[in-house]
C-alpha cells in the first residue's frame, strides 16, 4: 500500500467550528488530492494541489480551504464548519496527473452536529 | 464537461459465475480510463486503467476491462466470480489532454453470493 495517513480517522465537530484534516504521504508524489465521498455522489474533488504552495480548485471547493507547505504534508480546513460538510473524506496521491492512478488514504470520517 | 455512468447501484452474483460491472462515459477527445474497488471503512484501491493499445486490459485479483470507443464503455470483467470480490467500485475517467482532473462515477455495489 502507498505510505497515505490520514489523521484523524475520526472526527465530531458542532456547527461553526474550525476543522482541520491532515494527509501526509512518505511516497514524494508531486500530486495530492482531497475527495469527499457522499451515498449517491461516488467522489467528488474537492481541492488538488500539483506541488508546494501550488493548489487548485476542484467541484466541490465551496466552504474548504487548503495548503501545502511541504511536499508530504496537504491540509484541508473548513473554516465554519456545516452539517453539509459531514462526509467521508478521502486523500488521494499521485506520481503525475495524466495516466498516473491515483492511490488512497483509508479516509477521515467527519461529523457535524 | 466529461462525466461517468454507472448505470446498477448493485450486482448481484453467484460464487463461479461470471461477473460484470459496467461502466460508460462522456468526455472530449480520448480518454484514461480507470476502475477502482473499495471496501468497507478503506480507501479506494486501484484495479486497473485504460491508456491506449489493446482493448482488453487485465488488471489485479483477476479483473480485466474492455475498452468500446464506439459505445464509449469500459465495463469491468471477471470470468469466476469470489465471494471476496463483494465490494463496491468505481469508474473513473479524464481526458487525455488539457488540464481535467478525475471524474468518477457513483460506483457499483458487487455482492457475490456463496
Known amino acids: 500500500d502507498a505510505g497515505i495517513t490520514q489523521s484523524p480517522r475520526h472526527k465530531v465537530t458542532e456547527t461553526g467550528t474550525p476543522v482541520t484534516l491532515r494527509c501526509h504521504q512518505t511516497e514524494n508524489h508531486r500530486y495530492m488530492y482531497w475527495y469527499r465521498q457522499d451515498p449517491g455522489h461516488g467522489l467528488r474533488l474537492i481541492h488538488y494541489?500539483?506541488?508546494?504552495?501550488?493548489?487548485d480548485k476542484g467541484e466541490v471547493s465551496d466552504g474548504y480551504s487548503v495548503s501545502r507547505s511541504k511536499t508530504e504534508d496537504f491540509l484541508l480546513t473548513l473554516e465554519s464548519a456545516t452539517s453539509s460538510q459531514t462526509s467521508v473524506y478521502f486523500c488521494?496521491?499521485?506520481?503525475?496527473?495524466?495516466?498516473?492512478?491515483?492511490?488512497f488514504g483509508d479516509g477521515t470520517r467527519l461529523s457535524i452536529l | 464537461a466529461q462525466s461517468v455512468a454507472q448505470p446498477e447501484d448493485q450486482v448481484n452474483v453467484a460464487e463461479g459465475n461470471p461477473l460484470t460491472v459496467k461502466c460508460t462515459y462522456s468526455v472530449s477527445g480520448n480518454p484514461y480510463l480507470f476502475w477502482y474497488v473499495q471496501y468497507p471503512n478503506r480507501g479506494l484501491q486501484f484495479l486497473l486503467k485504460?491508456?491506449?493499445?489493446?482493448?482488453l486490459v487485465k488488471g489485479s485479483y483477476g479483473f480485466e476491462a474492455e475498452f468500446n470507443k464506439s459505445q464509449t464503455s469500459f465495463h469491468l470483467k471477471k470470468p469466476s466470480a469470489l465471494v471476496s470480490d463483494s465490494a463496491l467500485y468505481f469508474c473513473?475517467?479524464?481526458?487525455?489532454?488539457?488540464?481535467?482532473?478525475?471524474?468518477f462515477g457513483k460506483g457499483t455495489m458487487l455482492l457475490v453470493s456463496p
Open positions: 494541489s500539483y506541488g508546494v504552495k501550488d493548489t
Open positions: 485504460y491508456i491506449t493499445g489493446d482493448n
Open positions: 488521494a496521491i499521485s506520481e503525475g496527473r495524466d495516466n498516473q492512478p491515483q492511490h
Open positions: 473513473a475517467v479524464r481526458a487525455n489532454s488539457g488540464y481535467s482532473t478525475l471524474t
